[in-house]
């Protein structure tokens, strides 16, 4: 079970109410890559986890990303105290007021009209946040890659974030929160390579040769070689006849049905065919201008 | 610029109609793990990317994808055809067909009703597919280690759904699906490792000491040691002290108000302040019963 | 900042696997009336709270809810323990996996198939969480109503799912959880009256007399009167001409344009105006047979 | 502004309880084809009009399709009645209640655990509703169309759901609500072919000839001949050189970049260039087993 | 199965950097009247269709719009590529980077922070693309009026976007992209018309004589005559005896319940009757001031 | 059924075209607390209630929202008239009417290049409208509060734009529809308390003494006391053993396998064990630079 202590991981001091900054900063609160998505990732993994190691340290990072989302929250809550105040209070002129709603040129008013100042589980463009986020799907070698992945691009959105605002205090703890996605890919990339073997993920060999060929299936003036397809690692295979139907069968797609299915599947056919000999007067025609009068359906 | 082959990249032979079969397969073709999720990861990373060498391997790979994508949906059209028929002619007493409809035991019954028979691009709940399931977010280093880990993902749900069919063209053209994604998960390994540094992703350097810390957040009787959390990596930190307030501060939060803003702010909290001395009556007083009569509002 | 205990706030005894009923409890940990809703509902609050009182109150009982979904998660991860390892290791034969997936006759198939029999944060119905289920709005007076309302709906959704299980272990685990929305519903309604007034909520005063007015706009034999309609508190109005453009007016809308905003409205006016008097062919003549041959476009 | 009357456009009489059935039915009340959908869609476009006779009839069939949203809400509540009751007052043993909330096959548990029996605003997968089904342009030519299509749709829905049931009662509501499709789409299409010119819509003539073009982009054995691109009137392109950059250029694409630009890009392409030499060792190595020893990082 | 070639079907020439104008063209990349939108729709068509004219037709056109989407991709990619290069290498004063992040006054500031200037699968309003907007049902005549329609909206909001832009290379392959749309509709209009008949849309009949009323539903000043409405083809009702009830029942609503059902049903009315008599004291009366004391509950 | 009266409820008139002004007011035509949502939350409520009294009710209100959609829904057209032209016919030249589209500072570009100035069902950032927001569950005694609390939200959302806005016309339109909440939530209370008992809402009782304890989780130094924790009403826990496994258990979490599902349970876990006693090489070390050369697989 959780407890919760009123200091936070983090000191937040942030220099001066900024809606717009407030507005950039949700997406790390409720955006795709931001904590809530982090905290509900690990949380999950811990629920469906048997090995104890793993668990615990997915229950470890889980709790630091709820501690980071409510560092990231207060960041919102303290950018937009002034703006928070001025509406609800309504204290200036409505034009006035109005201008410095729309004013700061991204999607901070909703934050203010709709959720009044307070920070709302949606990313920078309002778009509420959605567990289509969260990509767990109950296997290790699967689970911490996808972990791995996601540390990663929190780190980068991050950067971007640090790299807008000038505000000592916010810049320090967003620094903060960087540095910490690193040390949670580190150890997820630990707990990955003590399983072994985690490569293929889970249980099914993969079916030879088509683990080693690569299908060149873009081609053109832009073609390349990388490691990625080299032959070292990899057939590449880029004739027609090599990369389609590679099964060796007709390409062709088929299924039994039975007698009944058969006549019905052929009935609807029968109803619905388009006649390819047709030339029809069609809806464009009768609305494209210049058509003769046609006659009226007796 | 793309072109279709009538042939398809592997023949499929489905063994008979079977709507319920026909509804797990969904979560391949409009499911997160699924290949519209991976064209559509490729494809837009494809047209962000400068890097000759990643933006050559990223459109052969996503063209691969809309490959499987069309393998994959002409299963699901196959396991559906029958009952297509069965529903659009109307052939079976209604008893009958309701019982066929719902009788499955999934969600069969929507892409039917819905969708016709077709392929419908939802999961196999009926949820429809969105592209929050697609987590590009424009920096390689970032970007492959998502490859990476949605590679894992996919072979691991093809082979639960290996694992669920006995129709052997069905199982087969899986085992070939399957085994694609282990061949494009070496490929973004080797893309990925091409790049050096990768680690930690981006440019910003992370803010020492705190990558090399493990907040040990989670105690108890479970608390585990491993590679995770090892002393040769991290410095584990689990005493109260030494978590929070990591940066030496009080663990508070601030913001600095213009005087304006600060008198507004305190205007709210006076006019929505809550009075810590009272014990007012309340709503579910009156409705929990047994209280005397009480007066009118005059 | 959080902190987690290993022990959870109320044990957990399950009686056997069960995923049928594992999925049906995913109502109360990824659905919209579920605890993950209730964190978040509490804690975003709690951010954006001033006053100290309540917010003390509201990480308390945020806290609270994480708990709970920790409980909830678990009793759905035991629940689906058996049929995990069943798919995981592919043991029995794929005909019998597939009847054993299918069989439970409600969503549990996604739970397996695509979230490896972890909880994933879904309703039953397999329908991603979202915060538009999420609905503070950053005014205590509203923010706490909501509250009250969700413990409200929480509590009859437990009470649905107690009803059908007959599992003791989770029964009494279900009937903790139920009982403490009552305890914080008395909660959140003590914390709404301690605020005077608090009705109307917000600043703005009603324009009278439209907050007591009745407008009975549903007219016919189920006509009622009731507490809500009667004459000690609102004039009802019942007569067409007492019920619209109310404020005396002509019930019309206008707008001032400018006049060259006024010669383009009339232009693409004219430009899509439909002439009332043709009988046009229609795509609808053309379609539904017996039309004599149509003269061809010259 | 609207009136209700107690009395249905079409009466009601549901011969059984059936909540398997009642879920089938919410495809019309809150899936995409849905009567919510036809309504909101048709209201939108009475706001947005300026045309007077189409805003009258817009506004007409609205009113209407509301009345069949209650219609078909009503055989919805009908059919849930008996399941409602049972579950709220928890009349049966656990087990039997378990069974029957899950034995439907089909949706109905979500209908009943998370709506108590009520007719939620969600398809028969219990997927909400959403305004994205809606799909207003505020363009009549386009808008009408689109009407057109919506109604084609769900006439063909009802279809589907009249054959599934033999409940007398529902067939023949269902068949009014059908056959009302019908007469709106003739109404639609009467309004499309009464502004002339209507195709092409909009005020932008084509850009020639490629209005008179057919790619065929997809070649192979199933290549066929109809009037979608006969020679009347379409000139079939097949060749490569004659279907990529057919505006004769080189099919490439350019930005111009500042200076300061210009360079940032290149800086950013040095420090993430993948090299194409490189036979990096991959995390799938690390994984794949069979790695001879590597030497710590020192 | 597809191919790709790395010559774009239209040359993409941009003249400069704008975010701004990148994220407005977002609208035809991931908007709901975008390429993969129609791609998406067009291919699952293609699955489903038996027609071999029909399925030939589709797949030809869902690769073109595959290569438009492409088109328009490229589009954003350049006009993004110098202001990715500016936040990645964050070369500028934070100061003056968040000016020219939030300057663009639409919702650029997204697509630069959380997809680092790639193109998402977004509308311009930052929200995710949805299999929602496809509304394939797998029934050619309603299909094929879905394609129709479709191809309009589209060709409306190219219209739009290009009378915004003056940028002559995006101008130009915006018109290209544009006229394509008109294409495309002349081809589904030929191939609706060549299955005849196509109205009413699939195989039951209307339920005569509802398809020939027109029920005028909203009455007043504003009434209008015209071709929807015309006693030519329709008899209009507008008489509330009319329009209610239309069936000559009673307009109620009836199921037939078991007793068992019966008795549940009326014991849980009568557990959650509202007293029409009663004048409750309410939470509303606590909340609103000058309320004389009131007695605790004992 | 519904009837429609082309007079408004009340009279609209706006002073001037201001579509900035027009995309704010969206949040009360399809944003969460606005009056589509309201529409669709009674209406619902309104079909599954068997209560005459509250079904009349219920109905009277849905109506009059559905006709306070058709106010906010034409002030929002109104707003947009002129801009709506302007585009439509493309009178400006091309840069100027860019930066009127995009120059408003907030999302109003999409309700133009999207919706064409049509009221669009979304909210003031352009997210659809979702039934997600509806949060009926169909028991009385919680859907009446949540009705109560959906007034006050929904009252505080108007009173935000009223503030924002300096048109007489807007501002008093508003300002009804305002004071039509406060109508309405006395209404639903006034209905709420007519059941008695209505707390705890349902039927099962609370679990005691849980119902009378307040677990206080988070501690530190704002911890307060107040009504929603006294001693009048509360036992307050607070120390850890008090409030962890508060049945008096372990806290742990248990479920019986069967021997087959136990031993495949064990398998898997052997299976996908971490070896805690490993310090593998990592991808992480792969890729932050400064590793020895690493021999090749073999």
């Not at 990303?65 to 207060?74: C, N």
């Not at 780190?155 to 605002?165: D, F, H, M």
Request: hydrophobic share 35%; charged share 20%.
């Amino acid at each position: 079970m959780f407890f919760h202590s009123k200091r936070l991981q983090y000191t937040v001091r942030v220099g001066e109410s900024n809606p717009g900054l407030a507005n950039l900063m949700l997406e790390q609160f409720g955006g795709p890559q931001g904590e809530l998505a982090a905290a509900c990732r690990y949380f999950t993994q811990y629920l469906g986890e048997d090995d104890p190691g793993r668990k615990d340290m997915l229950i470890d990072i889980a709790t630091e990303e709820l501690s980071h989302l409510e560092i990231i929250g207060t960041i919102v809550g303290m950018l937009n105290k002034g703006a928070k105040g001025r509406l609800a209070e309504a204290a200036e002129e409505e034009a006035e007021l109005y201008r410095s709603i729309t004013g700061a040129g991204n999607d901070s008013h909703i934050t203010q009209v709709l959720y009044g100042g307070g920070p709302p589980l949606t990313n920078s463009a309002g778009v509420p946040w959605t567990s289509a986020y969260v990509d767990t799907i109950g296997e290790p070698t699967a689970d911490l890659r996808s972990n791995i992945a996601a540390e990663s691009r929190a780190k980068i959105v991050y950067e971007r974030l640090i790299a807008l605002t000038d505000d000592p205090g916010v810049k320090e703890a967003l620094g903060f929160l960087m540095t910490r996605e690193v040390a949670h890919q580190k150890s997820f990339e630990k707990a990955l390579y003590a399983i072994q073997p985690n490569f293929p993920p889970g249980k099914m060999p993969p079916v030879e040769p088509f683990s080693r060929i690569y299908y060149n299936l873009s081609q053109g003036p832009g073609d390349m070689q990388g490691p990625w397809n080299s032959e070292a690692h990899f057939t590449v295979k880029d004739q027609v006849e090599e990369v389609s139907a590679v099964d060796g069968g007709d390409g062709g797609f088929t299924v039994k049905l039975s007698a009944e299915e058969d006549q019905l599947v052929q009935q609807m056919a029968r109803r619905t065919a388009s006649d390819p000999q047709a030339d029809p007067l069609t809806g464009a025609d009768l609305g494209g201008g210049g058509l003769p009068p046609v006659p009226e359906k007796p």
